[in-house]
C-alpha cells in the first residue's frame, strides 16, 4: 500500500537544484534582485488599504501593535524558512520543505493552500489596481469614453444575476502574465523599476506625516488617546482582542516574502543569496509598515480611516493634496509588482509539484527559448484574469490568510523535525534558537487563524477538502515518490533533462 506520508529523499532536491539545460528554469537573479522580489510581493494592498481599515474596525491606533505581531510571526518564519531555502535551493517554497521533511501528503496539502495565497490573492490586488487606475483617471478629470466595469445579465440554473467584468484588472493581469512567460529576468527587471517607485512614494508620504507629526506634536497625542480603545464587548471589536483580530487582518500585507524561495533555481546563488532576500525584505517592510501606520493614525482620527484610500486622505490631512496623485502613481506600481510576484510563485510551486508527478507533465514544459515554464503560466494567468474580471471576492483577504498561515505553521514545525532526523545535513544557513524560534512562529500563525472570521474559515476548510479530492483521486496514482515505493520507477528518479 502507497505510504502517504513518504518523504522526498534530499538528495532528489539536489539533483534537481544541480540540473541544467535548455528544460531546466534560467539562473538569472543575484541578492538584490531577491530583496525587491520579496518587497515586490510584501508592499501593496496592505500598506495602501488595510492599514487604515484595521485601524477603524478593529484596533485603533494599536494598529502598530498589530503590525509587530504579526511582523514578529513573518520574521520566525522568515528564519525558518531562510533555513530550509539555503539547505534545499529548489523553486517549491514550504512545499518542498513538507516534502522533505512530513511528507507526500502534508506536502499536498501546504502546494494547495498556497494556490490561495497567490493565484487567489493575485486576483484579489488585479481588482484593488484597477480601482487605483480609476482614482487616477478621477484626479485628472478624465472621463472614459465606455464603462470599466460593465455589467453582464446572465442566467444560471433559471435565476437571473449580473455579473460585473472589470476591464482594467483583466488587462492587468494579461499584461502580467506576458511578461513572466518572457522571462524572469525581464520580470525582475520590471519588479525592481515597480518596487522603486511604490518605496519612494511611501517614503515621501513618511516625510509629509513626520514633518506635520514634528509640527502639531499635540494633534498627533489626541489621535493617539487612547492608544488601545476600550473594548465594545464582542472580541475583535477594540482592546487586546481587536489587536489580534487586526493582526490576522494586516497578516495580508506580510504575504509574499515567501515569494522569494519560490525563485530558487532561477537564483545565482541561493545558499547565500535567499536567506538574505527572505530576511533582508521582510526587515524593509516590518519598518516601513510600523512607521507608515503610527503617523496616519497620528494625523487622522483611527475612525475617518475606513476607506478606500486611507494614505490618500492622510496625504490630504496634511495639506498636501498633491499627494494623492503620487499615492496613486505608487499603488498602481505596488500592485502590479504584487501581481507579478503572486503569479511567479504560484507558477513555481505547480511546476514542482508537476515534477514530482502530483500534476500532469505538462504543468513542468520549460519553453525552450525563454527558459519559463510557459504553459503553466498561461494557465494561471487564465484563471487569475477570470477570477479578477468576474468576482467580487469580499473575505479572500482572510481566507488567504488562512492558506498562509498553514504553510508557515508547517515550515516551523519543519525546521524541527529536520533538525532531529537529519542533524548532520549542511546548513548554509541555521535557523537561530531552535527550538524556540520555530514554536514562536508556531504559536502565533495559529493565534491568527483562531483569530480570523467563521466564513474564512469554512471557506478555506472546503477548499483543502477540494485538494484532498484531488490528490486521492489522481495524484496519489502519478507521484514519483509512491511509484519508487511500488518498484515501479527507480527510489531517485531523474527527470531527462535532469542528465543533459
Same mark, same amino acid.
Given at each position: 500500500?502507497?505510504?502517504l506520508?513518504?518523504?522526498?529523499?534530499?538528495?532528489?532536491?539536489?539533483e534537481?537544484?544541480?540540473?541544467?539545460?535548455?528544460?531546466?528554469?534560467k539562473?538569472s537573479?543575484?541578492?538584490i534582485?531577491?530583496?525587491?522580489?520579496?518587497?515586490?510581493?510584501i508592499?501593496g494592498?496592505? !500598506?495602501?488599504?488595510?492599514?487604515?481599515?484595521?485601524?477603524?474596525?478593529f484596533?485603533?491606533?494599536?494598529?502598530?501593535?498589530?503590525?509587530v !505581531?504579526?511582523?514578529?510571526g513573518?520574521?520566525?518564519?522568515?528564519l525558518?524558512?531562510?533555513e530550509?531555502a539555503?539547505?534545499i535551493?529548489?523553486a517549491?517554497s514550504?512545499?518542498?520543505?513538507g516534502?522533505t521533511t512530513?511528507g507526500?501528503?502534508?506536502?499536498?496539502?501546504?502546494?494547495?493552500?498556497l494556490?490561495?495565497?497567490y493565484?487567489?490573492?493575485?486576483?484579489?490586488?488585479?481588482?484593488?489596481?484597477?480601482?487605483?487606475?480609476?482614482?487616477?483617471?478621477?484626479?485628472?478629470?478624465?472621463?472614459?469614453?465606455?464603462?470599466?466595469?460593465p455589467s !453582464?445579465a446572465?442566467t444560471?440554473?433559471?435565476?437571473?444575476?449580473?455579473?460585473?467584468?472589470?476591464?482594467f484588472?483583466l488587462?492587468?493581469i494579461?499584461v502580467?502574465?506576458?511578461v513572466?512567460v518572457?522571462?524572469?529576468?525581464?520580470?525582475?527587471?520590471?519588479n525592481s523599476?515597480?518596487?522603486?517607485?511604490?518605496?519612494s512614494?511611501v517614503?515621501?508620504?513618511?516625510?509629509?506625516?513626520?514633518t506635520?507629526?514634528?509640527?502639531h506634536?499635540?494633534? &498627533?497625542?489626541?489621535?493617539?488617546?487612547?492608544f488601545i480603545?476600550?473594548n465594545?464587548?464582542?472580541?475583535?471589536?477594540?482592546?487586546?482582542?481587536?489587536?489580534?483580530r487586526?493582526?490576522?487582518v494586516v497578516?495580508?500585507a506580510?504575504?509574499?516574502f515567501?515569494?522569494?524561495?519560490?525563485?530558487?533555481q532561477?537564483?545565482?546563488?541561493?545558499?547565500?543569496?535567499?536567506?538574505?532576500?527572505?530576511?533582508?525584505?521582510?526587515?524593509?517592510?516590518?519598518?516601513l509598515?510600523?512607521i507608515?501606520?503610527?503617523?496616519?493614525?497620528?494625523?487622522?482620527?483611527?475612525?475617518?480611516?475606513?476607506?478606500p484610500?486611507?494614505v490618500?486622505?492622510?496625504a490630504?490631512?496634511v495639506?498636501?493634496?498633491?499627494?494623492?496623485f503620487l499615492?496613486?502613481?505608487?499603488?498602481?506600481?505596488?500592485?502590479?509588482?504584487?501581481m507579478?510576484?503572486?503569479?511567479?510563485?504560484?507558477?513555481?510551486?505547480l511546476?514542482?509539484?508537476?515534477?514530482?508527478g502530483?500534476?500532469?507533465?505538462?504543468?513542468?514544459?520549460i519553453h525552450?527559448?525563454?527558459?519559463?515554464?510557459?504553459?503553466?503560466?498561461i494557465?494561471?494567468g487564465?484563471?487569475?484574469?477570470?477570477?479578477?474580471?468576474?468576482?467580487?471576492?469580499?473575505f479572500?483577504?482572510?481566507?488567504?490568510?488562512?492558506g498562509?498561515?498553514l504553510?508557515?505553521?508547517?515550515?516551523?514545525?519543519?525546521v &524541527?523535525? &529536520?533538525?532531529?532526523?537529519?542533524?548532520d545535513?549542511?546548513?548554509?544557513?541555521?535557523?537561530?534558537w531552535?527550538?524556540?524560534?520555530?514554536?514562536?512562529? &508556531?504559536?502565533?500563525?495559529?493565534?491568527?487563524?483562531?483569530s480570523?472570521?467563521?466564513?474564512?474559515?469554512?471557506?478555506?476548510?472546503?477548499?483543502?477538502?477540494i485538494?484532498?479530492?484531488?490528490?486521492?483521486?489522481?495524484?496519489l496514482?502519478?507521484?514519483?515518490?509512491?511509484?519508487?515505493?511500488?518498484?515501479?520507477?527507480?527510489?531517485?528518479?531523474?527527470?531527462?533533462s535532469?542528465?543533459?
Open positions: 500500500m502507497a505510504k506520508f513518504a518523504i522526498k529523499p534530499l538528495s532528489a532536491c539536489h534537481e537544484a544541480a540540473a541544467e539545460g535548455e528544460h531546466t528554469l539562473r537573479l543575484g541578492p534582485n531577491l530583496v525587491t522580489l520579496g518587497i515586490g510581493a508592499i494592498a496592505g !500598506i495602501f488599504v488595510l492599514t487604515g481599515t484595521a485601524a477603524a474596525q484596533a485603533g491606533p494599536a494598529i502598530v501593535l498589530s503590525y !505581531i504579526a511582523g514578529c513573518c520574521v520566525f518564519a522568515g525558518c524558512y531562510a530550509f539555503a539547505m535551493p529548489i517549491g514550504a512545499y518542498t520543505y516534502y512530513l507526500e501528503l502534508v506536502a499536498w496539502i501546504i502546494g494547495w493552500a494556490c490561495l495565497e493565484a487567489f490573492g493575485a486576483a484579489t490586488v488585479a481588482v484593488g489596481w484597477s480601482g487605483y487606475v480609476s482614482s487616477m483617471f478621477g484626479f485628472f478629470g478624465v472621463h472614459l469614453p465606455f464603462n470599466a466595469t !453582464i446572465l444560471l440554473f433559471g435565476h437571473p444575476f449580473a455579473a460585473k467584468v472589470d476591464i484588472a488587462c492587468a494579461i502580467v502574465t506576458a513572466l518572457v522571462g524572469v529576468r525581464e520580470s525582475a527587471n520590471f523599476a515597480a518596487v522603486m517607485v511604490k518605496v512614494v517614503l515621501i508620504f513618511v516625510g509629509l506625516a513626520a506635520f507629526a514634528f509640527t506634536w499635540h494633534h &498627533m497625542m489626541a489621535n493617539w488617546h487612547p480603545p476600550k465594545r464587548g464582542a472580541f475583535g471589536e477594540y482592546g487586546w482582542s481587536g489587536i489580534m487586526g493582526a490576522t497578516f495580508f506580510y504575504i509574499g515567501d515569494a522569494v524561495s519560490t525563485a530558487a532561477e537564483a545565482r546563488n541561493p545558499q547565500k543569496d535567499l536567506p538574505f532576500g527572505i530576511l533582508g525584505s521582510l526587515i524593509i517592510c516590518t519598518i509598515y510600523i507608515v501606520s503610527g503617523l496616519l493614525t497620528g494625523i487622522v482620527p483611527f475612525a475617518q480611516l475606513n476607506t484610500a486611507p490618500a486622505d492622510g490630504v490631512a495639506g498636501a493634496a498633491w499627494g494623492v499615492i496613486d502613481l505608487g499603488a498602481i506600481a505596488g500592485l502590479a509588482s504584487v507579478l510576484v503572486m503569479i511567479l510563485g504560484q507558477t513555481r510551486v511546476y514542482t509539484m508537476a515534477h514530482d502530483l500534476l500532469p507533465k505538462w504543468v513542468s514544459e525552450p527559448r525563454f527558459r519559463t515554464p510557459w504553459l503553466i503560466t494557465a494561471v487564465v484563471l487569475v484574469a477570470f477570477l479578477a474580471a468576474f468576482f467580487n471576492i469580499n479572500l483577504g482572510e481566507l488567504v490568510s488562512l498562509t498561515l504553510a508557515f505553521t508547517i515550515v516551523c514545525l519543519g &524541527m523535525v &529536520m533538525r532531529r532526523r537529519q542533524p545535513v549542511p546548513r548554509p544557513f541555521r535557523t537561530p531552535v527550538p524556540f524560534v520555530p514554536i514562536a512562529g &508556531m504559536i502565533i500563525a495559529t493565534a491568527l487563524m483562531v480570523a472570521d467563521t466564513p474564512a474559515k469554512v471557506g478555506f476548510f472546503s477548499w483543502l477538502i485538494g484532498l479530492f484531488i490528490y486521492f483521486g489522481y495524484s496514482r502519478h507521484s514519483k515518490v509512491q511509484r519508487a515505493a511500488r518498484g515501479v520507477i527507480s527510489a531517485t528518479p531523474r527527470e531527462p535532469a542528465t543533459r
